[in-house]
Nanobody, 122 residues
């Protein structure tokens, strides 16, 4: 089976932190670019962050630069999103996706997770 499973979401107050995890199975994890997206109610899906196969290159949306950090542990088949200084506007369902593209802004995605809810209160 091929599966991406997100975890780590929850309810936090503004200024707090969360770490999201996305564990993959059924794929050669080291050969996928991993990407985090989020979608708030009534809004379009938004790119958040991505990381290359080796973890050597990362990319962030302007709205999260300096606050969020993406990392990847190929040995554990897991990608993380450390979210600090959270704001109410970060409230969304967060999804991870995997792409066989080597770009940190992949033109396509092969697999998607089910999402995890992040809620930030003011």
């Amino acid at each position: 089976q091929v599966q991406l499973g997100e975890s780590g979401g929850g309810l936090v107050q503004a200024g707090g932190s969360l770490r999201l995890s996305c564990a993959a199975s059924g794929i050669t994890f080291s050969k996928y670019t991993m990407v985090w997206f989020r979608q708030a109610p009534g809004k379009e899906r938004e790119f958040v962050a991505s990381i290359s196969w080796s973890g050597g290159s990362t990319r962030y949306a302007d709205s999260v630069k300096g606050r969020f950090t993406i990392s990847k542990d190929n040995a554990k088949n897991t990608v993380y999103l450390q979210m600090n200084s959270l704001k109410p506007e970060d409230t969304a369902i967060y999804y991870c996706a995997a792409s066989k593209s080597m770009l940190t802004n992949p033109p396509y995605y092969d697999y998607w997770g089910q999402g995890t809810q992040v809620t930030v209160s003011s």
